[in-house]
Structures are given as structure tokens and as C-alpha cells.
């Protein structure tokens, strides 16, 4: 482990964007049309790794989170490509030039809705650090690498599966994510704190892609200060609040 943080802080002298281990979530309502995308880290400013496409899918960009991956994804998605087609190019040389044992440092999850259909495909490099691993269902994709255990991955998909559709996406997406953190999250944090950034991005059909319905990004944290994941309820009921879209009966 120590090699890998080692790596990583060397990393960030050199590239841009980078997030060493990661948890999150890539999630389609064929019903409703909203897509969306939540994740956390023991790092600041995990937000990054997340781009969502209205209508259309979400990506997410991590362990050595390559922003040109990220955003050519987001392209495919605007033009209506499948999960499995986005995934194929971000993982190719053609789109992917770094050398081949970078391209295995990175972890992508990929959700596309065309014609109301969902599809779902992920990547994760074999260098990527354990504990890792993906979960997926029908319109959803969890991924993370160095986790806690593989509790993260597995209550993180229960939890979004057990949230009623009525309770809507960003609903479904936080009850996920907060599942993660309570089962210790990035194995870099405290088990309390289980991470040190959050995020949860939520886009209806019509929204643009730059006036997402739900846009909440936790302050960052500092190691030993509160677990920014379970701030983000708070946020969301006064976002939902705010817009009159509270759903009833939902614990929130």
C-alpha cells in the first residue's frame, strides 16, 4: 500500500486530475429517463471522475482517472453509442495512448439509455489496487478499487435495488452510496469516515448538461473530520425541497 500512495502523490505532480481508489455508482431510469452518477474517495475533490449526459448515460473516470477517456466517453454518449461500444474505445490505444501498464491503472463504469433501453459495461485494470472489483444489474454499474472489503461493491448495489422506484434516482443513488461508506468505504480512510470527498450528479431528460436537477458536492473533508457521504442527505433534501420534488413516504 505504501507503494501505491507513494505512486499516487508522485502521480499528481505530473497529471492533471488523478483518483487513486475510488468507489461509485453509474445509474439509468429507463421509466423516467434521468441518468446519473455518485461516488466518493479518501482524496479531495473526487467530483472529477464523473461526467453525466442528459437523456443519454453517465461515465466515471477512476483509479488513474484519464480525463480524455472521461470526455470522449461523454461524446459517445451524446451520439447515442452503448455502454459496451463507449467501453471498448476508452480502453483502446487508438483513444487511449498512454502505455499499456497505465491504461491497466484505470477503472471506468458506464451507463447509456437509447430508445428507453439501458445498457451497462465497465473496465478495471489489473493494476488497479485491491480490494477491487464491479457489481452491475440492469441499468446500474458499481466500481471500486482499494475498498474496504467487497462488502462496498455488494451493499452498495443492495441498497440502490432495495430503494423503491418512487423514491426516484437521486434517491436510490445516495441510499447506495452511503451503504459503501457504512461498510468503510476507501480503505485509506477511517472506517467512520470511510472518505474524505463525495459527489451526486442527477440529470432529467431536458436538463442541460451544464444545469444538472441535482448537482451536490460535499465539502472536502480532512482526514478525521466527517464523512463527507453522509453530508450529502442533507444537501439533497433541501435541493429536492427547494424544487418541490421531495418524494413522499421516502426517508430522506
Not at 213 to 228: C, E, L, W
Request: charged fraction near 20%.
Amino acid at each position: 500500500m505504501k507503494q501505491w500512495l507513494s505512486f499516487c502523490a508522485a502521480s499528481l505532480a505530473a497529471l492533471p486530475v488523478i483518483a487513486c481508489a475510488t468507489w461509485s455508482v453509474v445509474a439509468v431510469d429507463p421509466q423516467t429517463g434521468e441518468v446519473g452518477a455518485a461516488g466518493a474517495t479518501c482524496w479531495p475533490g473526487v467530483a472529477v471522475i464523473a461526467r453525466v449526459v442528459p437523456g443519454k448515460g453517465a461515465v466515471v473516470a477512476q483509479g488513474l482517472t484519464s480525463v480524455e477517456g472521461r470526455d470522449h466517453a461523454s461524446k459517445m454518449l451524446r451520439e447515442g453509442s452503448a455502454a459496451n461500444e463507449v467501453i471498448e474505445a476508452i480502453t483502446s490505444s487508438r483513444v487511449d495512448e498512454s502505455v499499456a501498464f497505465v491504461r491497466h491503472l484505470r477503472q471506468y463504469g458506464v451507463v447509456a439509455l437509447h430508445d428507453g433501453k439501458p445498457s451497462t459495461a465497465s473496465f478495471t485494470g489489473h493494476l488497479t489496487s485491491n480490494v477491487r472489483g464491479v457489481r452491475e444489474s440492469a441499468g446500474i454499474s458499481v466500481q471500486g478499487n482499494m475498498l474496504a472489503s467487497t462488502d462496498v461493491l455488494d451493499k452498495t448495489l443492495e441498497h440502490y435495488l432495495n430503494t423503491p422506484k418512487s423514491c426516484g434516482l437521486s434517491v436510490a443513488l445516495l441510499n447506495a452510496l452511503e451503504a459503501g461508506a457504512l461498510e468503510g468505504g476507501d480503505a485509506r480512510c477511517s472506517i467512520e469516515q470511510g472518505a474524505l470527498s463525495a459527489f451526486l450528479f442527477v440529470a432529467k431528460p431536458n436538463d442541460r448538461a451544464n444545469a444538472l436537477t441535482v448537482r451536490i458536492i460535499a465539502p472536502d473533508q480532512q482526514p478525521g473530520g466527517k464523512n463527507p457521504v453522509l453530508m450529502l442527505r442533507q444537501q439533497l433534501r433541501s435541493r429536492l425541497t427547494e424544487k418541490s420534488m421531495l418524494p413522499e413516504g421516502c426517508s430522506l
